[in-house]
């Protein structure tokens, strides 16, 4: 199993980014209830694992992350998924 | 944690970012009450907006101008607010941005070209649109409004004659407006 996924807040983000083309910190914060600096630095390892893109602009003269899932976090969360269904049975 | 556990964790995420109907139900509805209104108005009184020869084609085009830019300000800032954007509802805003390039080419092509009035064409690309709308988000109501819209047109090229801007209000107001109501007030459940 990826160890990566295994932490709640990581499977959360990458659970909610999975239907979405992208989707804002604002509203990750809000589906993984977690603080501004713990999802910076869960998002920072799915950055860094290229799980996920970030990129970083201003609404309405207020900065902005929008973050979006790569073809390697899919591939990732679908074997993922594989094998915790597999455990299952 | 369980598996079980994890399992809901991504059920529960996936639920927090599915797409929202609301939108695209306003979005409807404010169009199926500007296009019948305007209809109406002009059916009603044609000399307050035929009084030159170009007044009738500014009233069809400066007013649907400003309520792409009033729709396209509201769903942007909806989007802003939702926080994210599904892909479902990607596809739907590039359909309705093509339907929006094709009613500029339809009006571009009869001011160039000097033809008749491109009620039919827009409509039927309308028809197209709605199908294709309510088929991505499976709500039947768009699908059906759709398919009037287009039983509409069809019988105007069988039998045409029909007072194009009752047409137009009729049309508009099976397609647009009715599914619209029922898209707004449509509960969306988990």
């Known amino acids: ?89 | 944690m369980t598996k079980e556990e994890q399992i809901k964790i991504i059920n529960d995420a996936i639920i927090q970012t599915k797409n929202s109907l609301k939108p695209i139900g306003y979005n409807l509805l404010f169009w199926g009450i500007l296009i019948i209104s305007m209809s109406l108005f002009h059916y009603f009184f044609p000399e307050l907006v035929q009084f030159s020869n170009y007044s009738s084609l500014v009233y069809w085009i400066a007013i649907p101008v400003i309520g792409m830019i009033y729709t396209t300000n509201y769903n942007i800032k909806t989007g802003h607010k939702i926080g994210y954007e599904t892909q479902l509802g990607r596809v739907v805003k590039i359909i309705w941005a093509v339907f929006g390039l094709s009613w500029f080419l339809h009006v571009a092509i009869t001011l160039i070209k000097g033809i008749n009035n491109p009620t039919l064409e827009i409509l039927f690309s309308l028809a197209i649109t709605l199908i294709m709308t309510g088929l991505i988000i499976k709500f039947k109501n768009i699908t059906i409004g759709g398919l009037l819209l287009l039983a509409f047109v069809v019988y105007n090229h069988v039998s045409p004659g029909l007072n194009f801007l009752l047409m137009n209000a009729c049309g508009i107001a099976f397609g647009m407006l009715i599914p619209g109501i029922s898209l707004y007030r449509f509960k969306e459940t988990k």
């Open chain 1, 1 to 89: 199993m990826d160890k990566l996924l295994l932490n709640p807040i990581r499977l959360k983000i990458i659970s909610s980014l999975l239907g979405v083309s992208s989707c804002d910190f604002n509203h990750l914060q809000k589906v993984t209830e977690s603080s501004k600096g713990n999802l910076s630095i869960q998002l920072k390892k799915l950055e860094e694992s290229n799980y996920i893109s970030i990129s970083k602009s201003f609404k309405n003269n207020y900065p902005n992350t929008s973050c979006s899932i790569t073809k390697l976090g899919s591939k990732r969360f679908e074997e993922f998924f594989k094998s915790l269904m597999s455990l299952k049975k």
